[in-house]
């Protein structure tokens, strides 16, 4: 798993530069495992489930979970907003997303093609009065996409 700094304000420190130095997985997110959603496609009222093996959501103390979604390529701005967050659900072993379209775009509908979605560790650090550091930390923790026909 990589690490990307989303702001570092003041000094840098030598924590912050050896993260910057650690991002040099593949932009393709070969590095981040695949969860398959459950159903892989579907109609635009769809309701996806995506239930991540417990071992692959470890992260570091005090770090929450963000689901990110990209809409398909072609598709306009207003098929991904605005978006509601799904709360994870722990079930069996599993984190569970349930992740359905009327909290998702303009309409309540998905935008028919490829979804990509990404779930990340995400944690927010205020900026140190002394030092002027902190920011918002995310480590990629899994990837999966799924079909609207």
């Known amino acids: 798993m990589s ?4 702001k570092v304000s003041g000094k840098t420190s030598l924590v912050a530069l050896a993260a910057a130095f650690a991002v040099v997985a593949p932009a393709s997110g070969a ?22 093996p417990s071992r692959l959501v470890e992260r570091p103390r005090g770090a929450g979970l963000e689901v990110i979604l990209t809409r398909p390529s072609g598709r306009p701005r207003s098929c991904e907003e605005p978006w509601t967050a799904p709360k994870p659900r722990f079930d069996d072993g599993r ?13 309540g509908r998905w935008c028919k093609g490829t979804w990509r979605v990404r779930v990340n560790s995400r944690k927010v650090v205020d900026d140190d009065q002394e030092t002027g550091e902190g920011g918002v930390f995310r480590d990629a923790l899994v990837r999966s996409r799924f079909v609207v026909r």
Request: no cysteine; net charge positive; glycine share 8%.
């Open 3 to 6: 690490s990307t700094i989303v």
């Open 31 to 52: 590095s981040t495992p695949f969860v398959a959603t459950s159903p892989s496609s579907g109609t635009p009222a769809t309701i996806f489930r995506l239930a991540i």
């Open 95 to 107: 984190v569970v997303f349930r992740l359905d379209p009327r909290g998702y775009g303009t309409r």
